[in-house]
Structure formats: structure tokens, C-alpha cells
């Protein structure tokens, strides 16, 4: 199971962005799918993530209003929308998956998750 982050940048603030999460070897009908970022000298935070059917969402506050997770399970590829970014939203960004049963879960925390794509640089300047 391999997950591939892609469309990581350097960005103006107020800009925006399209991240990327591709699987290979699998599709990503059965899978949560959750995005998490990790800045420099902090923790690594979890961002959004989204139910196998896509009915179901989730964000940390920072991020509502400005950022959209979607996902096209025909494309095996999970999008995340970035916009009005602001410097703080500078991290590697990583994509992770998770099995499920049930088309409208959702997992919040890292530990959670069981497959990880390698990370995606966002830079934003001021």
C-alpha cells in the first residue's frame, strides 16, 4: 500500500494550493483518507480528513472557511484545496489512509492511520 503526496510549492500568502494523495496498489474506495502537516520545530498536526464516501468531513479550525478535502475514488486521488494561505500554513504536509467498514468514518489522530505517503513541501511567503 503506497500513498504518493503531490503539488506541494512555494506560494504567495493568500494564494492557493492543490495537494495531491494518490494510492497505487489499491483503490481508496474502503479508506479514510486524512491529511496532517508538520512545521518546523512543532508537532505534527492533523488537518482534515474525509469518509470513504465521501459524505463526511473534517477540519481543524485554522483551516475551515479556507481549505477543501475531496476525493475522486475512480482516480484513486484525494485532493486537498488550500486557499487565502497564510505563513503559518508552512509545513510538510503528509497524506495517510486508514481501512474501514463503514463508508462514513472518520479518523481525527495520527495513530489512527496506517498507511502514510511520503510529504509535500508548502512554503508560503509574506
Known amino acids: 500500500v503506497q500513498l504518493q503526496a503531490s503539488g506541494g510549492g512555494l506560494v504567495q500568502v493568500g494564494g492557493s494550493l492543490r495537494l495531491s494523495c494518490t494510492a497505487s496498489?489499491?483503490?481508496?474506495?474502503?479508506?479514510?483518507i486524512g491529511w496532517f502537516r508538520q512545521a518546523p520545530g512543532k508537532e505534527r498536526e492533523g488537518v482534515t480528513c474525509?469518509?470513504?464516501?465521501?459524505?463526511?468531513?473534517f477540519y481543524v479550525d485554522s483551516v475551515k472557511g479556507r481549505f477543501t478535502i475531496s476525493r475522486d475514488n475512480g482516480k484513486k486521488t484525494v485532493y486537498l484545496q488550500m486557499s487565502t494561505l497564510k505563513p503559518e500554513d508552512t509545513a510538510v504536509y503528509y497524506c495517510?489512509?486508514?481501512?474501514?467498514?463503514?463508508?462514513?468514518?472518520?479518523?481525527?489522530?495520527?495513530?489512527?492511520?496506517?498507511?502514510w505517503g511520503q510529504g509535500t513541501l508548502v512554503t508560503v511567503s509574506s
Open positions: 495517510a489512509a486508514r481501512a474501514t467498514a463503514y463508508v462514513r468514518k472518520t479518523y481525527r489522530e495520527a495513530r489512527d492511520y496506517d498507511y
Open positions: 496498489e489499491f483503490t481508496l474506495d474502503n479508506y479514510v
Open positions: 474525509v469518509s470513504p464516501s465521501g459524505e463526511d468531513t
